[in-house]
């Protein structure tokens, strides 16, 4: 059944045609698996027309070459072609996709409910008009903060301020701790006109000299304060002045987890005392630590876990100290993990200080504690503090989560497709390593970063787009609709890949 035309129809037309005929689908006899896998039908699975990148993603490569730097570019895709689980190329390649734009799909392409909110009448204003949400907010905002935002919220949590991406979010939480400390610090009274006058000039004591603690390997954006906690990559910071703020080692666990216990936990324990330590040393020197940044998992830099334990005593050292406590759930966010928020799986004593979001989100922002919330107004402030049709969409994204249980189906699917790692581990043990995950939210190890790159390029020649991360490991980002028998595809190409490489 083919849903999308190839002739030249409007845009609109095209929404309100393949919103139809998914909702046709979706009140017909079809197996709940089927309703849950895209809403709508998909591909059977992959189909290759050309190499990837076809000739057609060639040509538009060198074009678009002449205006901007295209060394990061794949393909070209036609996102009115790719539905569910699959991405349509611009040579006609459908691949299944287990990368989704970086993390960044939630319910699949083109998932009829969110077709659905675009071809609503009473939403159009909403897309029409980009309004400066902290001046001029529609007047629908408060309710669909609630039913969105506020309606997911990490466990004793309701504050929220939104943003447009996962960086200026970090960079706005930062600013969260700065201005909380020192209205500590000023014990509730206004600044005085020195720090007034000379923040202008950016010296102290209006500029003070405030530290954030993160950790190796850490990535939280390409902002410059985000760049400041992040420690992935040169490619990210080459280059740029960064601030002097203490880094702390990341646990490096030694897998499978139950044959090392005893050593991931003194692993665990030597970075806890390292963070002990540094934030000693450096409000020693004057220059106090006032927020310490992390992500539940490590994504680009590895997908590094650590345990339940790590982040509970983190938490502790954070309370003692009264260091803010911001975690990165740019990307672990949104129920990949099996769980809406990743850090859930921590059993922390309480919440976190401070929740940033983006990605599957799909708008950024943070959600944050009662006294961090700024007392000026401006203070956390940008034109647009976010895109209010990008909540209209998160909220039919939620509805669709709690409808139809996806976060059980995402706990299923990640347990099946862990399973068939661990199976690969065994029959290729020279080429595959340290599988671990959460959820969907999985990653393998290869010997190296070229033995990497060159599985992943054997998989898309098998019509399997998959991504990297660190040096030498391979991240599964799929969307959580993504089921058994798509893990099935990927496994069948994976396994054909590593017979011919190893």
């Known amino acids: 059944m083919a849903i999308f035309s190839r002739s030249g129809v409007r845009l609109w037309s095209l929404l309100k045609k393949t919103s139809r005929l998914c909702y046709a689908s979706q009140h017909t006899a079809v197996d709940s698996s089927q309703y849950v896998t895209a809403g709508c039908p998909e591909p059977n699975g992959p189909s290759l027309q050309t190499s990837v990148p076809g000739p057609e993603s060639q040509r538009l490569i060198q074009e678009l070459d002449k205006i901007q730097n295209t060394g990061s570019i794949q393909f070209f895709v036609d996102y009115a072609k790719s539905q569910g689980n699959y991405i349509a190329d611009v040579d006609g390649n459908v691949m299944l996709d287990i990368f989704t734009q970086i993390a960044s799909i939630p319910i699949g392409y083109n998932h009829p409910n969110l077709l659905d909110v675009m071809s609503q009448p009473e939403n159009l204003s909403t897309f029409i008009n980009r309004p400066a949400l902290a001046v001029f907010p529609p007047k629908d905002w408060v309710q669909r903060l ?249 909220e039919a994204v939620i509805n669709t989560i709690k409808e139809y249980n996806l976060l059980d189906n995402v706990k299923d699917t990640g347990k099946y497709l862990k399973d068939g790692l661990h199976e690969m581990e065994k029959k290729f043990p020279h080429c595959v390593s340290n599988v671990r995950g959460l959820g969907t939210f999985c990653s393998v190890d290869f010997p190296d970063g070229l033995f990497r790159d060159n599985i992943l390029n054997k998989l898309r020649s098998r019509g399997v787009h998959a991504g990297a991360c660190g040096d030498r490991s391979m991240r599964f980002r799929p969307t959580l609709v993504f089921q058994k028998h798509h893990a099935d595809i990927f496994m069948d190409a994976f396994e054909k890949t590593l017979q011919e490489n190893q």
Request: glycine fraction near 8%; include cysteine.
């Open 146 to 394: 609630k039913s969105a935002l506020l309606s997911v919220a990490p466990p004793g949590m309701h504050q929220v301020q939104t943003m447009a991406c996962g960086a200026c979010s970090i960079e706005h939480g930062q600013k969260a701790m700065f201005i909380t400390y020192q209205r500590k610090k000023r014990g509730g009274m206004p600044p005085s006109q020195e720090e007034l006058s000379s923040c202008l000039s950016n010296l102290k004591p209006g500029c003070p000299d405030l530290t954030v603690l993160s950790f190796s390997g850490a990535f939280h954006g390409r902002t410059m304060g985000a760049l400041a906690v992040t420690h992935s990559k040169w490619i990210h910071k080459l280059d740029f002045p960064t601030p002097d703020w203490p880094m702390a080692t990341f646990p490096k666990l030694k897998y499978p987890l139950h044959e090392n216990e005893r050593e991931n936990m003194e692993i665990e324990n030597r970075s806890l005392d390292e963070v002990r330590d540094k934030i000693e040393e450096y409000n020693r020197r004057g220059r106090p630590v006032v927020g310490c940044c992390i992500e539940p998992i490590q994504a680009e830099g590895g997908d590094n876990f650590a345990s339940p334990r790590f982040f509970q005593e983190l938490q502790k050292i954070c309370k003692e100290n009264e260091v803010v406590l911001l975690i990165d759930e740019v990307q672990t966010g949104c129920g990949s993990t099996g769980k809406f928020w990743a850090h859930e799986h921590f059993n922390l004593p309480e919440s976190p200080d401070i929740v940033a979001f983006s990605k599957k989100m799909l708008t950024g922002g943070f959600y944050y504690k009662d006294d961090l919330r700024p007392k000026e107004a401006f203070r956390i402030f940008n034109t647009w503090v976010g895109d209010s049709s990008k909540v209209l969409l998160l």
